[in-house]
């Protein structure tokens, strides 16, 4: 429902983005056994239903946090999210296990997700936008800011 009928507005509540990566970031425990989740938020009810971005802004994010946390020995993975607003600024932060030896086969089609992403906050936020991304040996982590 939050992606046929929210993401044809151009703006969402906040508090319906984090409703729907908490669903999909469920879904996902359900099919893996050693999978676990945050989802952090330093905010009160009233800026969480006060707050609005664009529909699926952090979507991309984590679901290549869970492509990417996944661990083929059955050993643990994780993904966390914390957001936090401050001087209205929006700090989203996605932190995901990774596991080095294990590499996707589709090197035709990876990366599209980042490049486009990275596309459309130059849209939204033209130089008014922080997005960086460490990529160490056991953790992936994206910390994007943007005004709200």
């Known amino acids: 429902r939050y992606q046929l ?5 151009e703006k969402t509540l906040l508090t319906s983005e984090i409703d ?18 945050d989802i952090i938020t330093h905010l ?14 952090f979507t991309t994010f984590v679901e290549n946090a ?8 059955g050993e643990g993975s994780y993904v966390k999210v914390e957001i936090n607003i401050e001087n ?26 980042l490049a486009n992403i990275t596309r459309r906050l130059e849209l939204l936020y033209n130089d008014t936008f922080e997005l960086d991304i460490q990529s160490g040996d056991k953790e992936y982590i994206v910390n994007l800011k943007i005004p709200v």
């Open 88 to 113: 209205k600024r929006l700090h989203f932060v996605c932190i995901n296990s990774r596991h080095a030896p294990y590499t996707f086969p589709d090197k035709k089609n990876s990366g599209l997700g």
């Open 66 to 73: 869970v492509k990417h946390s996944v661990e083929i020995s």
């Open 20 to 37: 729907f990566l908490s669903n999909f970031l469920n879904l996902e425990k359900i099919r893996r056994d050693q999978f676990s989740f």
């Open 44 to 57: 009160d009810k009233r800026a969480l239903n006060s707050t609005f971005i664009p529909p699926n802004l």
């Open 5 to 9: 009928y929210e993401n044809s507005e």
